[in-house]
């Protein structure tokens, strides 16, 4: 079951914030985020295991909730480098499902 | 960090013709690869798991006998589009878990181009 991502897309100027939200109607094993620019290989971002956790690099951070079944990713002061589409992906091996990505969000970060 | 290759980087081809994909793990062994496709301004999809030494792993309503998969070695998976169609022109990418500690981590391909004429 594809998991559900908000917004679709997103427009920012540099230095503004942004907040993307994944969530499953269902409990999660864990929430991958990744980062895909136009033509190329979504780039690993960060992993979500445990309720409640929350982690970030820089300054791009995400959060699970304690349910496991709501994650967000939160970009702070973006940079034009920023931009791309931004997918969750979600897995649940107690119910049997693989890896599966969200729908994406397309994130633009303007000068 | 492990480096995962594909190749062609693109393809054009004519209907009704097969195509093969080459993903290579370049400094790590991969006894698991995942394909996936995408079509324009869409997610990536699945298609299969690719194990080294048994069959491939399809996902529902992928058609094994048009996407052919070969995971001969621990550092190469092939994926051949049988008699390609032009609704078969996507964007292909394969992935490889990560080592250990971080086996949670899918490190992707570059993506092969696969355009049906």
């Known amino acids: ?17 942004a907040v993307i939200n994944c969530s499953s ?25 445990k309720g409640g956790e929350q982690k970030g690099h820089d300054k791009i951070s995400a959060s699970f909730n304690e349910k496991k079944q709501q994650s967000s990713l939160y970009l702070t002061a973006s940079q034009l480098s920023y931009s791309g589409t931004y997918f969750c992906g979600t897995e649940n091996p107690n119910y049997g499902q693989n890896f599966v990505f969200g729908p994406g969000t397309r994130l633009s970060v303007l000068p | 960090g492990a480096v995962v290759s594909q190749h062609p980087s693109w393809v054009i081809c004519k209907s009704g013709t097969s195509v093969k ?41 992928v058609e094994k006998d ?10 190469l998976s092939t994926l051949t589009v049988t008699s390609a169609h032009p609704e078969d022109s996507s964007f292909y990418i394969c992935s490889a878990p990560g080592l250990a500690p971080a086996s949670y981590e899918q490190y992707f391909g570059p993506g092969t181009r696969l355009t049906v004429t």
């Open chain 2, 66 to 75: 048009k996407f052919l998969i070969n995971h001969a070695s621990l550092t």
């Open chain 1, 25 to 49: 109607s269902k409990a999660l094993y864990s929430v991958h985020w990744y980062r895909q620019k136009h033509g190329e290989a979504p780039v690993f971002l960060m992993i979500l295991l």
């Open chain 1, 1 to 17: 079951q594809q998991p559900v991502q908000s917004p679709q897309a997103v427009i920012l100027r540099e230095g503004e914030d």
């Open chain 2, 21 to 61: 994909i080459e993903c290579r793990s370049l400094d790590f062994q991969a006894t698991t690869m995942f394909w996936y496709r995408q079509f324009p301004k869409q997610s990536l999809m699945l298609m299969a798991t690719s194990n080294e030494g048994s069959k491939a792993t399809y996902e529902q309503g």
